[in-house]
């Protein structure tokens, strides 16, 4: 069979079964289209929804990296390097907010939107407009019994002119209706194209320019771990070539001091001299542990 483009508006003042054979298809697949809509409508909501989540999501984490300079830990001496640390995090994840929040905002403007307006105005007006062809065609049908209930006599001549009259403006009202239908039918093979394209493409393009955004905030957290993590591994790197290397205890302690993280300074490559002994490399003691060794090697 092949595809129907359209319904002819030529054929609706005939109303033929064959048009309304081919008018029933019409109007199944304006109600398929109705439901899937609602459907489609549901998951965008849903998916704007949890954009709008993960706003306040971000909001509450970057309030609670800030709060953790506020507890009074029982043991916090030297955490200084860990809140100006989770302070840098905090600017980073504001600056996510105010990218989530911009993508909710255009989510809104450009999927659920579109889609609303399809459903409210389009296929509102085809459901409106088959009410009133249903309305006009029962009024069609009850003035058409009306006239062939007419007994053919003379003296109810006076009569059949007014069923006559009333049959021409039912029928001119039905013809009036339908082309209106058809005409709401036809478009709406056309509009639900674009319906269905419009909000995806606002999706799709809110997502690329989140991502971007996204991507140079990933690139300043980079930044952040290293500024943090950097001066911890070297200290620890020290600290393994001060039990390779033997020392005295005073010796070890001004240099444990004077480079550990705490202490501000930075450490390089220079600061750490290679160790003569070979230690197994899977060997990393802890800083008191690293004391003691030495104190016995001496």
């Known amino acids: 069979m092949p595809a129907v483009d359209k319904l002819l508006l030529e054929e609706a003042l005939q109303d033929s079964p064959q048009t309304r054979s081919l008018l029933s298809v019409f109007e199944e697949d304006a109600g398929t289209l109705t439901d899937y809509t609602n459907q489609l409508l549901q998951a965008m909501q ?7 989540e993960m706003c ?23 955490d200084e390097e860990v809140i100006s640390t989770l302070h ?6 504001d600056e996510l907010n105010v990218l989530h929040t911009e993508l909710a905002k255009q989510l809104a403007d450009t999927m659920v ?18 009410d009133l062809f249903g309305l006009a065609s029962n009024e069609h049908d009850l003035s058409m ?20 009259k009333e049959v021409a403006a039912a029928r001119r009202k039905q013809h009036l209706s339908s082309l209106q239908y058809y005409c709401a039918l036809n478009a709406l093979q056309y509009r639900k194209r674009v319906a269905m394209m419009e909000p995806m493409i606002g999706f799709a393009h809110g997502q690329s320019r989140n991502g971007r955004g996204c991507r140079e905030a990933e690139c300043r957290e980079k930044k952040s771990r290293q500024l943090f993590i950097t001066p911890h591994v070297c200290w620890g790197a020290w600290v393994a070539q001060s039990v390779k290397r033997p020392t005295s205890p005073q010796d070890m302690m001004s240099r444990f001091v004077s480079l550990s993280p705490a202490s501000g300074s930075v450490l390089s ?23 003691s060794l030495s104190l016995k090697n001496k």
């Open 145 to 164: 019994a009306k006239y062939s209930r007419l007994p053919k006599k003379k003296e109810n001549e006076k009569v059949k002119i007014d069923v006559v």
């Open 56 to 78: 306040l999501a971000t909001q509450q984490l970057s309030k609670q990296l800030l709060a953790y300079e506020k507890q009074n830990f029982a043991l916090g001496k030297g």
């Open 269 to 291: 490559a220079q600061s750490l001299e290679p160790a003569s002994d070979s230690v197994s490399s899977s060997f990393c003691p802890s800083p008191t542990c690293a004391l």
């Open 113 to 130: 939107l579109p889609i609303i307006q399809f459903r409210e105005k389009d296929l509102t007006e085809v459901s409106t407009l088959k």
């Open 46 to 52: 849903r998916v704007y929804g949890a954009q709008n």
């Open 88 to 93: 840098y995090f905090s600017k980073v994840v």
